[in-house]
């Protein structure tokens, strides 16, 4: 039964294109961890320099978003400073192409801005998102965002496919959102 | 003879390279800084507060000679974007007062994303002399 289980939450995610995957409390260390894992895969395969650090930046992005943006997380001090964010991460091959999904949750209350970024990126061309990126690169943060735009530009910018979003409503205060990227 | 009394005026700063972190190496006698590896440090501010502070304090003094900078990272997040735009800021303004500010700007060859990225800092430069150097691929991952 237990192996059953497990073998079909595998299969899953084999037909699915996916090569590695993880959902839990994610932290900056996972965040390297999994970047070496990802890196060292993609050069076995012979990948060349660029394209690993295209796909790795991507990476980065989109897990730097759900360590600052999850709306479940624990924080505190245990020895050093830590801070956890729930969120799922998942990498696959599909087509040809490697794609990264990531998922975490969002307060409702957020959802309008976040929508309106990710539509205004999703309706620009290459040279569009160039100039957003530059742009971006110039202004101060916005006030309570530690970045998040000028990392999503570098993440559309790095996709070879306009980027792809969804939101969930879980309940009255959080919705689950996600973002697929093919690079 | 110029006696130093600036507080924070010092010879040298030199950060060795970590995963994610990257390699500081500023001659500030010689006029040489370099920055090398790959820059995605969990703590931003953390890592490029000291590197600012130095910086600072060497582009203060007045009666410098010139600088040559070589910007030499394989890879750099969007956070750390804006802290190479602040570095560029400060040599764009004292290369504006008339000190001689050169920056290289190296990319591995085929690597479009960051010759792109090269571009997009360059666009703000008047004063500081920019160049664009290929160095041979170093293969995936450094």
């Known amino acids: ?183 | 003879m110029n006696v130093r009394t600036e507080q924070h005026a010092m010879d040298r700063l030199s950060i060795p390279a970590t995963g994610r972190t990257p390699g500081v190496s500023f001659d500030f006698t010689g006029g040489h800084l370099r920055m090398t590896g790959e820059s995605y440090p969990d703590d931003v501010a953390g890592f490029f507060g000291p590197v600012f502070e130095a910086l600072r304090g060497f582009l203060d003094n007045p009666d410098g000679g010139p600088i040559r900078f070589d910007m030499e990272l394989l890879y750099f997040n969007s956070s750390s974007a804006k802290a190479l735009m602040n570095i560029f800021q400060m040599l764009e303004t004292v290369a504006k007062g008339g000190r001689e500010v050169t920056l290289t700007w190296c990319v591995e060859e085929n690597d479009e994303s960051m010759r792109e990225l090269g571009e997009d800092f360059a666009e703000d430069l008047r004063h500081v002399v920019f160049q664009m150097r290929e160095m041979p691929a170093a293969g995936g991952s450094p």
């Open chain 1, 1 to 183: 039964m237990l192996a059953q289980q497990y073998a079909s939450i595998k299969r899953d995610l084999d037909d699915k294109g996916i090569v590695f995957s993880f959902s839990g409390y994610l932290s900056e260390g996972i965040l390297y961890s999994l970047g070496e894992a990802l890196r060292e895969k993609m050069a076995l395969e012979a990948a060349d320099g660029p394209t690993i650090r295209r796909v790795f930046s991507v990476f980065i992005e989109q897990m730097q978003n759900i360590i600052r943006y999850s709306a479940e997380k624990m924080s505190g001090t245990a020895g050093r400073a830590v801070e956890l964010s729930a969120g799922m991460v998942t990498i696959g091959m599909e087509r040809g192409k490697v794609f990264i999904v990531c998922g975490n949750s969002v307060r409702n209350s957020e959802v309008p801005r976040l929508k309106e970024r990710l539509d205004h990126l999703k309706s620009l061309d290459r040279d569009g998102i160039k100039s957003y990126y530059r742009e971006q690169l110039r202004e101060e943060p916005d006030h309570g965002s530690r970045g998040a735009t000028l990392g999503l530009i570098e993440i559309a910018r790095r996709a070879s496919d306009p980027i792809d979003y969804d939101f969930n409503r879980m309940d009255a205060d959080r919705s689950f959102f996600c973002l697929k990227v093919s690079i």
